[in-house]
């Protein structure tokens, strides 16, 4: 069956450190997405691409990055690890530009100490 | 830009009772999707019901139906016969349709369903 795997699941970090987040897809989608989800705010947009090469800023893009490379990849880059950047991050697909089915990771709880 | 706003942080319902969920939207669009997700202990984001912005008729799924009042901008989630199962956070979303695939989120709502 097609999925969505974030890794890792649980993650702790230094202040200053450079970490990567990986979401891989198989459902073959052209639309990724990263969020993070923070007490009474919900999930915010942080990157997002439409393709290949493709990749755009968010609500709440400063402090990471993204590259899209292939289809099926999305890794999330914070360059600088902050402690404001501690919450749990999804990332999620949808097919196409008029598909409203969005499809979730299962999350990856980052601690930055 | 849209907002979604949650207003009930916490609500709690008696298993087998009917509880209704609030969700408010801001947005000077008219081509757009309304969701809820629910998000259980497992962390895993789960689509619960949608609803199509031009459809004037009230989306339902089994125990869970909304309330859509457009000019309110008002989209609310009703659970009947309340199970244990249902105890989890619920997020209320809102996709632009066009403006890409990406949602903005309500800050959620934690629902306590009781024995």
Known sequence: DAEITQSPRHKITETGRQVTLACHQTWNHNNMFWYRQDLGHGLRLIHYSYGVQDTNKGEVSDGYSVSRSNTEDLPLTLESAASSQTSVYFCASSESPGSTEAFFGQGTRLTVV | ?115
């Open chain 2, 1 to 115: 830009a849209q907002t979604v706003t949650q207003s009930q942080p916490e609500m709690s319902v008696q298993e087998a009772e009917t509880v209704t969920l609030s969700c408010t939207y801001d947005t000077s669009e008219n081509n757009y999707y309304l969701f809820w997700y629910k998000q259980p202990p497992s962390r895993q984001m789960i689509l619960v019901i949608r609803q199509e912005a031009y459809k004037q008729q009230n989306a339902t799924e089994n125990r869970f139906s909304v309330n859509f009042q457009k000019a309110a901008k008002s989209f609310s989630l009703k659970i009947s016969d309340s199970q244990l199962g249902d105890t989890a956070m619920y997020f209320c979303a809102f996709m632009d349709n066009n403006a890409g695939n990406m949602l903005t989120f309500g800050g959620g709502t934690r629902l306590m369903v009781k024995p």
